[in-house]
């Protein structure tokens, strides 16, 4: 018998009420070791940002081409080499000309005792902003197709193209074989590793034993939104023939298997892309709810596309680390960046740009010796810093990611222009930090020589060290903030001021800050505020806070004495 109920009426009893949590802790979150990105790929879907991680790049982003071949193909390489050096996974959003790029469906028919694939003819891949969306008829020389088993489209568009697989269990009835309605398809890349595997009935009234839809589009369905399945067949043709090649077993007690050839049913189209496409892309890496704490330019030098990058920084509020290609002279990168009028964005303190004048080996091993951008590796050290917390949760992000203790180790280096004074000056003033070799008490390494963002003037906010904590702070504010949304104003109030008592306290004990100078401060290194808005004082509030971040010693200037 139960002692107590849930809800008491007028009866006598004991009503137990639901657990209250007041435990509850802000989540950590590792969005912080993750970047996004955008470039030219051989694979991946081109209507929306997707994760690759150290496990998965090969099987979703192919194979490298070489950078001779087209340029665009760098960011392959600081993909591959970012994995490698601690990133734990990129948001990737795959360039398309949305003109150009053609997707089609494989058709599998019946053709006597086997089945025979072909592709039909190719529309638009990018119609409606998606891929194939509305495109739900199989043509094939403009004429429409018949008489097919089924139709298979791959979104994840692979210009290398897949490979289809189908088989049919035996279906023993009163101790003979039938005919089955019910098959497995599997889907393979072009070296043969495993895509997807569905099994389901090409009858639409099918169950499974658990009173469930097996009908195979729906089974595909469910499982993934890259892979669309049409059935071209109905009612007592709805079946794998028990004589069929891909039913059963063979002689040798092995499943039989009928498998296509590779088929090609995505073209990829021209590399040369509109100024539409880069907005397309920026837009989706800024509309995804894939969360990453950085953004790379993956060596791209398009001014439009680093522009549009530059907007999804500040939308997001995340760091937007570029690299300025390493054949320029330093007068020629400074007005690289100069174009780009990054100084010119309030969020200039997240833009951060890279020069590297050095060549090396491919770090994937698919081009020869030269120029490879470091703009990306910097964010994967960064990333790899990140993933060591204190016991507060907090990283050391008031290390900027710089001078000795992060050095440049590529096989192969050789530095091609040597800056002078005077030119590394210039740069600095410009907010480009050079990647090259540096003379130390442990010896000469290659690095990342100085640490400073788009931010001009002498200010904290020139400071990369500084942009990465004030970021993650603002972010944690803001997040916290929509937790004490909905809620009545004084628990909001309670609630923020408990938050950022607690948050800005850790961020002081990890060393993130020091005492301000600031007479309004009273030798505190941070303050807040949260009150009512004056003008809408029933539903909006206003959280101010001011803090007084630790810097970075850049400059060290030594005196020798001389004395008697």
């Not at 890279?354 to 050290?381: E, H, Q, R």
């Amino acid at each position: 018998m139960v002692d107590f109920t849930r809800q008491l009426g007028n009866e006598s009893g004991i009503q137990l009420n639901p657990l209250q949590d007041e435990s509850e802790l802000a989540e950590a979150s590792n969005e912080d070791q993750v970047y996004a990105v955008t470039g030219r790929f051989l694979r991946g879907p081109i209507d929306r940002p997707f994760v690759v991680t150290r496990g998965n790049f090969k099987r979703r982003l192919g194979a490298g081409e070489p950078m001779r071949v087209n340029e665009l193909n760098e960011t392959y390489v600081q993909v591959y080499e970012s994995l490698q050096k601690g990133a734990k996974a990129v948001v990737v959003q795959r360039l398309a000309d949305a003109a150009s790029a053609k997707i089609g469906w494989i058709l599998a028919s019946v053709d006597g005792t086997g089945i025979t694939f072909s592709e039909t003819d190719q529309v638009d891949a990018l119609a409606g902003n998606a891929v194939g969306l509305g495109d739900e008829t199989t043509l094939v020389g403009a004429e429409a197709a018949s008489d097919y088993l089924l139709a298979i489209k791959h979104l994840e568009c692979f210009n290398d193209g897949i490979v289809v697989s189908i088989h049919a269990d035996e279906n023993a009835v009163d101790g003979s074989l039938e005919d089955n309605d019910v098959l497995t398809i599997r889907l393979k890349d072009k070296d043969g590793g495993q895509l997807y595997e569905f099994t389901g009935s090409l009858n639409p009234e099918s169950v499974d034993d658990y009173g469930n839809t097996n009908y195979l589009p729906d089974v595909v369905a469910t499982s993934t939104d890259m892979v669309e399945i049409m059935i071209g067949v109905t009612g007592a043709t709805a079946v794998v023939a028990s004589t069929s090649d891909a039913y059963g077993y063979g002689d040798s007690g092995a499943q039989n298997w009928v498998t296509s050839d590779v088929l090609k049913t995505f073209t990829e189209g021209g590399t040369t892309y509109a100024a539409d496409d880069y907005q397309r892309v920026a837009s989706k890496l800024e509309q995804t709810k894939l969360n990453y704490g950085f953004l790379a330019s993956g060596g791209s030098q398009n001014t439009t596309l680093l522009t549009a990058l530059m907007g999804v920084s500040y939308q997001r509020n995340v760091q937007f680390r570029l690299d300025i290609p390493g054949n320029l002279t330093p007068a020629d990168a400074i007005t690289f960046f100069s174009e780009l009028n990054a100084y010119a964005s309030v969020t200039n303190h997240l833009i951060h740009a890279f020069w590297c004048p050095v060549k090396s080996l491919d770090p994937s091993g698919v081009n020869p010796k030269g120029y490879f951008g470091t703009a990306a590796l910097n964010i994967a050290m960064a990333c790899q810093r990140n993933s060591v917390t204190n016991a507060y949760g907090f990283a050391a992000k008031n290390y900027p990611v710089a001078g000795s203790d992060f050095p440049v180790s590529r096989s192969g280096m050789t530095q091609v222009y040597v800056p002078s004074d005077r030119e590394l000056s210039q740069m600095a003033k410009a907010g480009i930090n050079p990647v090259v070799f540096e003379t130390y008490s442990s010896g000469s390494k290659c690095v990342f020589r100085d640490s400073l963002t788009a931010s001009t003037g002498n200010s904290l906010k020139k400071l990369i060290a500084v942009a990465d904590m004030s970021a993650f702070i603002d972010n944690q504010v803001v997040r916290y903030g929509k937790e004490a949304l909905q809620k009545p104003m004084a628990v909001s109030i309670s609630l923020m001021k408990d938050f950022l008592r607690d948050l800005f306290e850790a961020a002081e004990n990890s060393g993130w800050m020091v005492p301000s100078e600031d007479p309004e401060m009273d030798g505190k290194s941070f303050s807040f505020d949260i009150q009512a808005n004056a003008n809408k004082p029933y539903d909006a509030l206003d959280y101010t806070y001011r803090i007084r971040y630790d810097g970075t010693n850049r400059q060290s200037f030594v005196t020798q004495t001389l004395t008697r």
